[in-house]
């Protein structure tokens, strides 16, 4: 049976979970910012770039940005918004090329890889300075209070998982990259989440989730995120 794909359209205006899908890539767009402002870092290479939300928001922060997957309709989405070309999944390293890009930037994608370390390394070579990394979160407080295992709780497209330490395990010790900090996007407290969108709405749920409860459970989080340079 062959995985789903991710949908090629999303509503976040009237889907939350659909929001949250961007605003990782705001956050690891800020850490950027924080430690490599422009014109530090000026290209950046988004790898697997799906549907391809992060071509706009970075490119009118300045950035150069270019959008690479290996799904021919996710570049093609993508190319609507920026520049997008077919990832070669056989050998990326010599596609782009060492040190090609100041920065990449790989938003859920991951857990799709059938070897991590490869990737990560591959990724590591191609950066010159930062490498931002988002996995899904193994440790989500909606994941501590499960009485059960079962595959309806994982994506059927994702391979592996991974918590805050077997991450920064895998980018130090595999992938030849340095933490510099991490970044925390959304923390949803699952009892909360049966009924505070009646409470609040769906814009008082987005301002608790990605403001306030991520700064009580920063490790908590929807994603592992982190700015990474290459060593």
Same mark, same amino acid.
């Given at each position: 049976?062959?995985?789903?794909?991710?949908?090629?359209?999303?509503?976040?205006?009237?889907?939350?979970?659909?929001?949250?899908?961007?605003?990782w890539?705001?956050?690891?767009?800020?850490?950027?910012?924080?430690?490599?402002?422009?014109?530090?870092?000026?290209?950046?290479?988004?790898?697997?770039?799906?549907?391809?939300?992060?071509?706009?928001?970075?490119?009118?922060?300045?950035?150069?940005?270019?959008?690479?997957?290996?799904?021919?309709?996710?570049?093609?989405?993508?190319?609507?918004?920026?520049?997008?070309?077919?990832?070669?999944?056989?050998?990326?390293?010599?596609?782009?090329?060492?040190?090609?890009?100041?920065?990449?930037?790989?938003?859920?994608?991951?857990?799709?890889?059938?070897?991590?370390?490869?990737?990560? &390394? $591959? +990724?590591?070579k191609?950066? *010159?300075?930062? /490498?931002?990394i @988002?996995?899904?979160?193994? &440790? $989500? +407080?909606?994941?501590?209070? *499960?009485?059960? /295992?079962?595959? @309806?709780?994982?994506n059927?497209?994702? +391979?592996?998982?991974?918590?805050?330490?077997?991450?920064?395990?895998?980018?130090?010790?595999?992938?030849? +990259?340095?933490?510099?900090?991490?970044?925390?996007?959304?923390?949803?407290?699952?009892?909360?989440?049966?009924?505070?969108?009646?409470?609040?709405?769906?814009?008082?749920m987005?301002?608790?989730?990605?403001?306030?409860?991520?700064?009580?459970?920063?490790?908590?989080?929807?994603?592992?995120?982190?700015?990474?340079?290459?060593?």
């Open positions: 049976m062959k995985p789903k794909h991710l949908p090629y359209e999303i509503d976040p205006s009237q889907n939350r979970m659909h929001y949250y899908e961007t605003y890539k705001m956050v690891g767009l800020e850490l950027l910012r924080k430690h490599f402002p422009n014109p530090e870092v000026k290209s950046i290479l988004d790898f697997g770039c799906g549907r391809g939300e992060v071509l706009p928001i970075y490119q009118k922060q300045g950035y150069d940005v270019l959008g690479t997957d290996s799904d021919e309709e996710c570049v093609r989405i993508s190319g609507k918004t920026g520049k997008a070309v077919l990832l070669d999944t056989s050998d990326p390293l010599k596609q782009f090329g060492e040190k090609s890009f100041d920065a990449v930037v790989c938003y859920h994608v991951m857990e799709h890889v059938p070897s991590p370390i490869e990737t990560i &390394q $591959t +990724l590591s191609i950066a *010159r300075k930062a /490498v931002v @988002a996995v899904p979160n193994l &440790q $989500t +407080l909606t994941g501590l209070f *499960r009485r059960r /295992v079962s595959v @309806a709780n994982v059927e497209g994702h +391979l592996q998982s991974w918590d805050h330490a077997h991450l920064l395990s895998l980018a130090q010790r595999h992938g030849n +990259l340095e933490l510099i900090e991490w970044g925390f996007d959304t923390t949803i407290l699952p009892i909360f989440n049966r009924f505070g969108p009646r409470l609040i709405g769906q814009s008082g987005i301002k608790l989730e990605t403001k306030v409860f991520p700064k009580i459970f920063p490790y908590h989080g929807l994603s592992v995120l982190g700015i990474f340079k290459p060593v």
